[in-house]
């Protein structure tokens, strides 16, 4: 069993900034890359960064220079800092990771999703 958990979603202004976070536990042998991705009402899902086990990112076009995802290996938790926050990034935010269990099983396991809005 691997449970994904974030955390550090909320309602920020216009140009503040929100940190996210996201702690894996659970049945893991090795986390291989995570990400993000977010989806807004109406929209479909898509990707927002993600980053290798090595530390190489990949950011979507619309939050390079604002957002930066890191890793913390030891903690098994991902980060998603995001600076200068516009309305447009308003939308449930999910954490991604592909995990190889202990039961040697290569899976993709997602969060349960948190809220950022952004609004004055």
């Known amino acids: 069993q691997v449970q994904l958990v974030e955390s550090g979603g909320g309602l920020v202004q216009p140009g503040g900034s929100l940190r996210l976070s996201c702690a894996a536990s659970g049945s893991i042998f090795r986390l291989n890359t995570m990400g993000w991705y977010r989806q807004a009402p109406g929209k479909q899902r898509e990707l927002v960064a993600t980053?290798?086990?090595?530390?190489?990112?990949n950011y979507a076009d619309s939050v390079k220079g604002r957002f930066t995802i890191s890793r913390d290996n030891a903690k098994k938790t991902e980060y998603l800092q995001m600076n200068s926050l516009k309305p447009e990034d308003t939308a449930v935010y999910y954490c991604?990771?592909?995990?190889?269990?202990?039961?040697?099983?290569?899976?993709?396991?997602w969060g349960q999703g948190t809220q950022v809005t952004v609004s004055s």
């Open positions: 980053i290798t086990s090595n530390g190489n990112t």
């Open positions: 991604n990771a592909n995990i190889l269990t202990m039961t040697l099983r290569v899976a993709d396991f």
